[in-house]
């Protein structure tokens, strides 16, 4: 079955920028939207934005300046980042599938990765 | 954009029925997803749509909808059942198709 895998550091210096990819197996990346999400510590899910597989994309308007999603198809891969971070972008980031049959649901998530922004 | 409001926190009995909502414009539009999250875990999907499951998730989950409020019910509550549950939904609020998470709601099971 399909299954994401987030990489990227761990830590990150405040006004830097936050890199992360998220690795696809077991299935193709066509014909899907790939959405990053993030939950701070001890708050709820925030939609960071998603690409479709062919690389048209949508951000949430409170992150807008900052993110860039992109995707490689051939290393069935996707990528976030945000620049210019400070201490409230700490949070674990997930990557997710969302798929489309008429609805719109993410079926399949990676475990998440943690990210700290501290000098 | 539009914004999804959940109760904060909701608490059933063992083996009662327990109704969790999601309320929202954007509802109006689209169907809401339901997501549980335990402690430490990546979300996982319990409802979409009008009311389906995806496979591996119990028939004592459900799901509607009606106007502008979508509900989770869960019929005869296990205590594996506590954890927290989100709702998500697209929203065209901004002439953009993007994506909104309710607040989430922390289910404790009595």
């Known amino acids: 079955q399909v299954q994401l895998q987030e990489s990227g550091p761990g830590l990150v210096k405040p006004s830097e920028t936050l890199s992360l990819t998220c690795t696809v197996s077991?299935?193709?990346?066509?014909?899907?939207?790939w959405s990053w999400i993030r939950q701070p510590p001890g708050k709820g899910l925030e939609w960071i934005g998603y690409i479709y597989y062919s690389g048209s994309t949508n951000y949430s308007p409170s992150l807008k300046s900052r993110v860039t999603i992109s995707v490689d198809t051939s290393k069935n891969q996707f990528s976030l980042k945000l620049s210019s971070v400070t201490a409230a972008d700490t949070a674990v980031y997930y990557c997710?599938?969302?798929?489309?049959?008429?609805?719109?649901?993410?079926?399949?998530w990676g475990k998440g990765t943690t990210v700290t922004v501290s000098s | 954009s539009s914004e999804l409001t959940q109760d904060p926190a909701v608490s059933v009995a063992l083996g009662q029925t327990v109704r969790i909502t999601c309320q929202g414009d954007?509802?109006?539009?689209?169907?809401a997803s339901w997501y549980q999250q335990k402690p430490g875990q990546a979300p996982v999907l319990v409802i979409y749509g009008k009311n389906n499951r995806p496979s591996g998730i119990p028939d004592r989950f459900s799901g509607s909808s009606s106007g502008n409020t979508a509900s989770l019910t869960i019929t005869g509550a296990q205590a594996e059942d506590e954890a927290d549950y989100y709702c998500?939904?697209?929203?065209?609020?901004?002439?953009?198709?993007?994506?909104?998470f309710g607040g989430g709601t922390k289910l404790t099971v009595l």
């Open positions: 954007s509802l109006r539009s689209y169907y």
């Open positions: 997710a599938r969302e798929k489309y049959d008429g609805y719109y649901y993410m079926d399949v």
């Open positions: 998500n939904s697209r929203d065209s609020s901004d002439n953009h198709l993007g994506v909104v």
């Open positions: 077991g299935g193709s990346i066509s014909s899907y939207y």
